[in-house]
C-alpha cells in the first residue's frame, strides 16, 4: 500500500500552493492510495479528515510537520498545537501519552545541505554528529526519501538510517499539484485508519520508495 506521509495545503500551511481536494485528486491518479496531510505547526480537525475521505473515496490521515529545537518532525497521533512543541524532547513525551508517531523529516537539510554542495569532510563530520545525537533514537522512523530534496541530503538521511537501524520512510513534502507522486511509504499491510497506520509505521513495517 503506497501512502505519501509529507503533505502541505491550503489554508493551513500558508506556504502551499495546493488546495485538499487537488493533492487527493492527484494522489489518485499517481496510483497512491493514501495521503497524509502534515500541515505546518497546524492540525486538521478529525471531522473534516472524514469529511474529505467521504467526498474523495480516498484514504487521507492527519498529522502535522513540527518546526523544533532539533528538527523538523513528522507527528501523527496528536490533534492539537499547545506551547512547548517548538521542543523536541517535549514532543517525543505527549506522543508517547497519546500512541502517536514521530518522524524525523528531511534532516539536516535546513543547516548544511540547503545549498546541496559541501564538502566530503564535512559530511562525514555532520553524519558522525548526527550519529552521536541521541534524539534521533527517539524518532520511529527517519524520511529518507524527500521528493523536494536532492540525491545527496536524501543519501544523508538513508545513511543515518541505515547506521541507527531505524525505518526509513518517504514523502512529497508537496506544496504544489506537481509536486504530488514522486515518493511515497510503501506499507506491508492495507492501512484503514490512523491507528493502523501509526501501529505499521512505528513496527517499521515499510519503506520509502520512489514511483
Same mark, same amino acid.
Given at each position: 500500500?503506497?501512502?505519501?506521509?509529507?503533505?502541505?495545503?491550503?489554508? %493551513? &500551511?500558508?506556504?502551499?500552493?495546493?488546495?485538499?481536494?487537488?493533492?487527493? =485528486?492527484?494522489?489518485?491518479?499517481?496510483? %497512491?492510495?493514501?495521503?497524509?496531510?502534515? =500541515? !505546518?505547526?497546524?492540525?486538521?480537525?478529525?471531522?473534516?479528515?472524514?469529511?474529505? $475521505?467521504? $467526498?474523495?473515496?480516498?484514504?487521507?490521515?492527519?498529522?502535522?510537520?513540527?518546526?523544533?529545537?532539533?528538527?523538523?518532525?513528522?507527528?501523527?497521533?496528536?490533534?492539537?498545537?499547545?506551547?512547548?512543541?517548538?521542543?523536541?524532547?517535549?514532543?517525543?513525551?505527549? %506522543?508517547?501519552?497519546?500512541?502517536?508517531?514521530?518522524?524525523?523529516?528531511?534532516?539536516?537539510?535546513?543547516?548544511?545541505?540547503? !545549498?546541496?554542495?559541501?564538502? &566530503?569532510?564535512?559530511?562525514?563530520?555532520?553524519?558522525?554528529?548526527?550519529?552521536?545525537?541521541?534524539?534521533?533514537?527517539?524518532?520511529?522512523?527517519?524520511?529518507?526519501?524527500?521528493?523536494?530534496?536532492?540525491? $545527496?541530503?536524501?543519501?544523508?538521511?538513508? =545513511?543515518?538510517?541505515?547506521?541507527?537501524?531505524?525505518?526509513?520512510?518517504?514523502?512529497?513534502?508537496?506544496?504544489?499539484?506537481?509536486?504530488?507522486?514522486?515518493?511515497?511509504?510503501?506499507?506491508?499491510?492495507?492501512?484503514?485508519?490512523?491507528? =493502523?497506520?501509526?501501529?505499521? %509505521?512505528?513496527?517499521?513495517?515499510? $519503506?520509502?520508495?520512489?514511483?
Amino acid at each position: 500500500m503506497l501512502i505519501d506521509i509529507h503533505t502541505h495545503t491550503v489554508p %493551513l &500551511s500558508d506556504d502551499s500552493d495546493m488546495a485538499p481536494s487537488e493533492l487527493i =485528486e492527484r494522489a489518485k491518479a499517481s496510483g %497512491l492510495d493514501g495521503v497524509c496531510l502534515t =500541515e !505546518h505547526d497546524a492540525f486538521w480537525k478529525h471531522d473534516d479528515i472524514a469529511a474529505l $475521505r467521504r $467526498r474523495h473515496g480516498f484514504l487521507v490521515l492527519p498529522g502535522a510537520e513540527l518546526n523544533t529545537d532539533e528538527e523538523h518532525l513528522l507527528v501523527f497521533g496528536l490533534e492539537k498545537w499547545i506551547v512547548g512543541m517548538s521542543r523536541a524532547k517535549f514532543v517525543r513525551e505527549l %506522543l508517547d501519552k497519546a500512541g502517536g508517531a514521530m518522524v524525523v523529516a528531511h534532516p539536516f537539510r535546513r543547516r548544511i545541505l540547503k !545549498h546541496g554542495e559541501f564538502s &566530503s569532510e564535512r559530511y562525514r563530520k555532520e553524519f558522525d554528529r548526527a550519529c552521536e545525537n541521541p534524539f534521533f533514537g527517539t524518532a520511529d522512523a527517519i524520511e529518507v526519501l524527500n521528493a523536494r530534496g536532492n540525491d $545527496r541530503q536524501n543519501a544523508f538521511s538513508r =545513511e543515518l538510517a541505515e547506521r541507527l537501524n531505524m525505518p526509513g520512510v518517504g514523502g512529497s513534502d508537496a506544496h504544489d499539484p506537481a509536486e504530488v507522486g514522486h515518493v511515497a511509504t510503501e506499507f506491508d499491510k492495507k492501512i484503514t485508519d490512523l491507528e =493502523e497506520f501509526i501501529t505499521e %509505521l512505528k513496527a517499521g513495517r515499510c $519503506r520509502a520508495v520512489r514511483l
